[in-house]
Nanobody, 123 residues
Framework: VQLQAYGGGLVQARDSLRLSCAASGGTFSSYDVGWFRQAPGKEREFVASISWSGGLTSYADSVKGRFTVSRDNAKNTVYLQMNNLKPEDTAVYYC?????????????????WGQGTQVTVSS
């Protein structure tokens, strides 16, 4: 399956942004999807994930209550709604997918990765 993350941009603190992860080339509805991000000079970190059905989600503590992950399997797309953005949310955001019934925070189980989209939050 091929993934394409898009929707990033330059916003101000407390603004909102919605990222999309569009999939092609596979049965997307059978894949769990995770969002990860990498800030300059830092390791990539887990942000949020959603199960293949959308029934289970998981969030990093740093985004809990501000970010919401959802999916529309009819459109082969997963979304990351980001509200009340902070400068520390500045990073390249990646989506990843796997069909191992896993929505945890470790990268290894994820087999497919998108190319990333830049999110910059100014203060």
């Amino acid at each position: 399956v091929q993934l394409q993350a898009y929707g990033g941009g330059l916003v101000q603190a407390r603004d909102s942004l919605r990222l999309s992860c569009a999939a092609s080339g596979g049965t997307f509805s059978s894949y769990d999807v995770g969002w990860f991000r990498q800030a300059p000079g830092k390791e990539r970190e887990f942000v949020a994930s959603i199960s293949w059905s959308g029934g289970l989600t998981s969030y990093a503590d740093s985004v809990k209550g501000r970010f919401t992950v959802s999916r529309d399997n009819a459109k082969n797309t997963v979304y990351l709604q980001m509200n009340n953005l902070k400068p520390e949310d500045t990073a390249v955001y990646y989506c990843a997918a796997q069909n191992r019934l896993y929505i945890g925070r470790y990268e290894r189980p994820y087999d497919y990765w998108g190319q990333g989209t830049q999110v910059t939050v100014s203060s």
